[in-house]
């Protein structure tokens, strides 16, 4: 579903660095002119948008907080989108982590299929 909404993004005119921990999986967003960044955390020194949507906690822990995570690289105007599956535990976690850096962090999860994100 990530792919399918930067892509969806790309076609509305945003400009879009995408990251995947299977680096194939970047393909098809790199090809609709997406850029692709080695790490979570190289993706998102100038963004002003950080979305993360990934399938269970022990992944979006470590794309936010692990070696090279996306929340280390943030800028402090940055809003991180988390959209992934996750407990309420680990929301609340990383909404903590968040906030002792100052930066917004909103628990968007999605509902739908590959079609709803296209």
């Given amino acids: 579903m990530g792919s ?4 969806s993004l790309l076609k509305a005119g945003h400009q879009v660095t995408v990251w995947n921990r299977s680096a194939n999986k970047t393909l098809t967003a790199a090809q ?4 692709v960044a080695d790490t979570p955390y190289s993706a998102v020194p100038a963004a002003e948008f950080v979305i993360s949507m990934l399938r269970d906690d022990a992944a979006a822990k470590q ?3 692990g070696d090279n995570g996306a929340l280390s690289g943030m800028a402090p105007n940055a809003i991180a989108i988390e959209s992934s599956t996750l407990t309420v535990a680990t929301v609340k ?4 982590q968040f906030q002792q ?4 962090f909103l628990d968007a999860p999605v509902a739908g299929t590959r079609p709803q994100a296209e």
Avoid: D, E, F, N
């Fill in 63 to 65: 794309v936010w907080l």
């Fill in 4 to 7: 399918r909404m930067a892509i």
């Fill in 32 to 35: 609709a002119g997406a850029r």
């Fill in 93 to 96: 976690k990383l909404a903590q």
């Fill in 101 to 104: 850096r100052g930066i917004s």
